[in-house]
T-cell receptor
Framework: DVKVTQSSRYLVKRTGEKVFLECVQD?????MFWYRQDPGLGLRLIYF???????EKGDIPEGYSVSREKKERFSLILESASTNQTSMYLC??????????????FGPGTRLTVT | EDKVVQSPLSLVVHEGDTVTLNCSYE??????LLWYKQEKKAPTFLFML????IEKKSGRLSSILDKKELFSILNITATQTGDSAIYLC????????????FGGGTRLMVKP
């Protein structure tokens, strides 16, 4: 029962390349998030979106941009990849908060290596 | 700046032991606190806590929130090797998009 999918599990890119990471959810969730996870740093929020064409910066948006043209799809873009963007990228989506059936799901993650 | 601190950083126990993981937080406009279990894949949602003093329980796992003292604990009783994982605590703020702030995690290893 697929809920959140990410376009790639592993990705290797060169410095300066433009990188697209795609996330798709099939739960009709409004809220979607992009995180990166690095050892010892937990999950850090890059960007989030609470509606189509809406986006908000998270804690570490520098070097990233996002696109939400359709409700089910939230894309993370690295305009010019750098080695310090080597990381595990996780996408998540959530149902509306404050409800008893609140749910949150993560995608499987994309491990990006920039050489 | 919102902050979530987990302790201990790592823990090694033997099967059958009981463990308590701690999470303290400072956040503006607190909405909820969430616990996740992370193995070699994306985090798995465990609990969401919004009210103080009400214990949530799922099998051998339980969690409680103290909104006055700004912390939560996650208890695991009768631990098993399958409980070995990183346990993440996150706090959700009451704002547009409901941003999450994650702690650094507690790495739990359960030995046979």
């Amino acid at each position: 029962d697929v809920k959140v999918t990410q376009s790639s599990r592993y990705l290797v890119k060169r410095t300066g390349e433009k990188v697209f990471l795609e996330c798709v959810q099939d739960m009709d969730h409004e809220n979607m998030f992009w995180y990166r996870q690095d050892p010892g740093l937990g999950l850090r929020l890059i960007y989030f979106s609470y509606d189509v064409k809406m986006k908000e910066k998270g804690d570490i948006p520098e070097g990233y941009s996002v696109s939400r043209e359709k409700k089910e799809r939230f894309s993370l873009i690295l305009e010019s990849a750098s080695t310090n963007q080597t990381s595990m990228y996780l996408c998540a989506s959530t149902s509306p908060p404050g409800q008893s059936d609140y749910e949150q799901y993560f995608g499987p993650g994309t491990r990006l290596t920039v050489t | 700046e919102d902050k979530v601190v987990q302790s201990p950083l790592s823990l090694v126990v033997h099967e059958g032991d009981t463990v308590t993981l701690n999470c303290s937080y400072e956040v503006t406009n607190f909405r909820s606190l969430l616990w996740y279990k992370q193995e070699k894949k994306a985090p798995t949602f465990l609990f969401m806590l919004t009210s103080s003093g009400i214990e949530k329980k799922s099998g051998r796992l339980s969690s409680i929130l103290d909104k006055k003292e700004l912390f939560s604990i996650l208890n695991i009783t009768a631990t098993q090797t399958g409980d070995s994982a990183i346990y993440l605590c996150a706090v959700e703020a009451n704002n547009a998009g409901n941003m999450l702030t994650f702690g650094g995690g507690t790495r739990l290893m359960v030995k046979p």
